[in-house]
């Protein structure tokens, strides 16, 4: 089955301890997106990936960082220097051409002890 | 400064009847508009879709409707169902930003009531 996935689905983390989130996809999908999630605020971005090799800040990429190695693969690192990172993490994709959908991830839960 | 705005955070409905979720934007360069639904720690998944050059489209109980000149649009669901409780997303997105980038509001929290 073609789709995306995210690990791990509930994570739980020190304060000051970096933390990786892996998203897999098998969609042949060019451009890769992070989004957080927290009650009240919708949905922001915090990186995107159009190409391997290449990506971009969203609106909220500070104590974030990211890699793009593969096409299938976008990892984000929620780094020590996030103020407040609790949160509920979206992973999707999209296909270079088309109407702008976005196929998402199941998500995963961050919680900062 | 919200480009893409869902002024209700909450809408409750009884089972049968129609549920009409709003959705404002600002830009007038949005060429495609989405509504997603999601469900409490899952991933929105894609609902329907309209072009920004036509005023609906329709796929069995959903339809949106697009009104350019006023910058809004909406998404009917007729009849509504306790299963389509959820949060419902507008997107938009800007052909001439970041391609395939969706700008998103803050969703409305659909309750059906049965």
């Known amino acids: 089955d073609g789709g995306i996935t995210q690990s791990p689905k509930y994570l739980f983390r020190k304060e000051g301890q970096n933390v990786t989130l892996s998203c897999e996809q098998n969609?042949?999908?060019?451009?890769m997106y992070w989004y957080r999630q927290d009650p009240g605020q919708g949905l922001r971005l915090i990186y995107y990936?159009?190409?391997?090799?290449?990506?971009q800040k969203g609106d909220i990429a500070e104590g974030y960082s990211v890699s793009r190695e593969k096409k299938e693969s976008f990892p984000l690192t929620v780094t020590s220097a996030q103020k407040n990172p609790t949160a509920f993490y979206l992973c999707?994709?999209?296909?270079?051409?088309?109407?702008?959908?976005?196929?998402f991830g199941e998500g995963s839960r961050l919680t900062v002890l | 400064d919200q480009q893409v705005k869902q002024n209700s955070p909450s809408l409750s409905v009884q089972e049968g009847r129609i549920s009409i979720l709003n959705c404002d934007y600002t830009?007038?360069?949005?060429?495609?508009f989405l509504w997603y639904k999601k469900y409490p720690a899952e991933g929105p998944t894609f609902l329907i879709s309209?072009?920004?050059?036509?005023d609906k489209n329709e796929d069995g109980r959903f339809t949106v409707f697009l009104n350019k000149s006023a910058k809004h649009l909406s998404l009917h669901i007729v009849p509504s169902q306790p299963g389509d409780s959820a949060v419902y997303f507008c997107?938009?997105?800007?052909?001439?930003?970041?391609?395939?980038?969706?700008?998103f509001g803050k969703g409305t929290k659909l309750s059906v009531k049965p």
């Open positions: 830009n007038s360069m949005f060429d495609y």
């Open positions: 997107a938009a997105r800007d052909y001439g930003g970041s391609q395939g980038n969706l700008i």
């Open positions: 990936s159009q190409i391997v090799n290449d990506f």
């Open positions: 969609l042949n999908h060019d451009a």
């Open positions: 309209i072009s920004s050059i036509k």
């Open positions: 999707a994709s999209s296909p270079t051409r088309g109407t702008g959908e976005l196929f």
